[in-house]
């Protein structure tokens, strides 16, 4: 476990943290005026390894091979010309931070951080971090890369968990659950939704599918795999066949056939890194989900966080109603699809630059 203190005079900034992997929906911006929750699990810490926060450069002030050189691939909005490294964390378990009123960054309804660090060492004076708490964007607290240091605390991190280990706790992530429009009651107001979390992994696993195309027609399982991509990838790719053909894959999972193209796999939630076949004899292009996510998708009857509907055993009373749908279609996140893409060198290709243009969703999931 690790302790991050202020660089200026070393004055503790954080509880004791655990490092987990960076979420995929760290930078996500989702819908218009609602209420998010927390990034970040209290005691867990995770490392944006980009540059992240202004300064901001367009993309037509940008050489191509800088681009390149940062790992750049197609064309993006800005780029960051921020320090690598920020570190992020839940807000409560910063420690000694005080705000810098006049950073509020251009806020519509709490803190956007758009200013740059707007909470300071309260021992020192240094700015150190930037909380962002506004509207339609996820709570979190980022550590200045240049103005922390982490030093190890007291006790140590526990081995991260096996892939059966994390089949047996089954935490799945729900695919549609109710958010708040800000500054409602707690209960009012509630729309439900497809879950933020959802929306951003399918918008960067869509950008590994697309890859894996090879420009050509994708099929994904049945269920809810299909409800979350088919529509997009129909959308976005040829119909000629022949057809590249994904299926789950991973921990729990029978062997994936030879003649699979395309597996989709979980992301470990503390590594980061992809599940991998034990005996890998295949050629078939992975693309990694939240574990998560790819849960849901991979158990779909089992572990409901929620009571099902439909029909009941003789004699079995109810009065519980079934969880609601949204009322939209699902649609994956631009922004992620794209940061994805921009950073896979495959987006290169001249076919794939066809293809970009077709991507037309609006910039910001919504809500109907």
């Excluded at 980009?50 to 091979?65: M, Q, T, Y």
């Amino acid at each position: 476990m690790f302790v991050f203190v202020c660089a200026g005079c070393g004055a503790e900034l954080t509880a004791p943290l655990s490092r987990v992997a960076l979420p995929v929906h760290a930078h996500q911006q989702f819908g218009n005026g609602l209420q998010l929750p927390v990034l970040m699990e209290s005691g867990t810490f995770a490392v944006e390894p980009e540059p992240w926060g202004p300064p901001w450069r367009g993309w037509n002030e940008i050489h191509p091979d800088e681009a390149a050189a940062r790992g750049i691939y197609a064309p993006v909005e800005v780029l960051s010309d921020g320090a690598p490294g920020a570190i992020v964390i839940a807000p409560g378990d910063s420690r000694g931070t005080v705000l810098i009123p006049e950073k509020r960054g251009g806020a519509c309804c709490g803190l956007a951080g758009a200013d740059g660090p707007n909470m300071a060492c309260e021992a020192c004076g240094l700015p150190v971090a930037t909380r962002i708490d506004d509207c339609s964007s996820w709570q979190a607290m980022w550590l200045a890369p240049d103005a922390v240091c982490r030093l190890p605390a007291s006790g140590c991190d526990a081995a991260p968990l096996t892939w059966a280990e994390l089949i047996t706790q089954g935490k799945g992530t729900p695919p549609f659950e109710p958010i708040t429009s800000w500054g409602s009651p707690p209960g009012s107001d509630l729309s439900w939704s497809w879950s933020p979390q959802w929306v951003a992994a399918a918008g960067s696993a869509l950008a590994h599918l697309v890859v894996a195309s090879e420009g050509r027609p994708v099929t994904v399982p049945n269920g809810l795999a299909q409800e979350v991509f088919q529509p997009t990838l129909d959308a976005l790719l040829p119909a000629d066949p022949p057809t590249r053909r994904a299926v789950l894959a991973g921990p729990g999972q029978p062997a994936p056939d030879m003649d699979a193209d395309i597996l989709l796999v979980p992301s470990h939630p503390q590594t980061g890194q992809a599940w991998t076949p034990a005996h890998p004899a295949t050629s078939a292009y992975p693309v990694p989900l939240p574990f998560g996510v790819w849960f849901r998708l991979a158990f779909p009857e089992q572990h409901l966080p929620v009571p099902t509907s439909g029909p009941m055993a003789d004699g079995a009373l109810r009065d519980d109603p079934p969880i609601p749908r949204p009322r939209h279609a699902f649609h994956v996140d631009t922004q992620a699809f794209r940061h994805t893409l921009a950073r896979l060198p495959a987006a290169r290709s001249p076919w794939l630059r066809e293809t970009l243009p077709r991507f037309t969703h609006p910039m910001h999931t919504r809500l109907v």
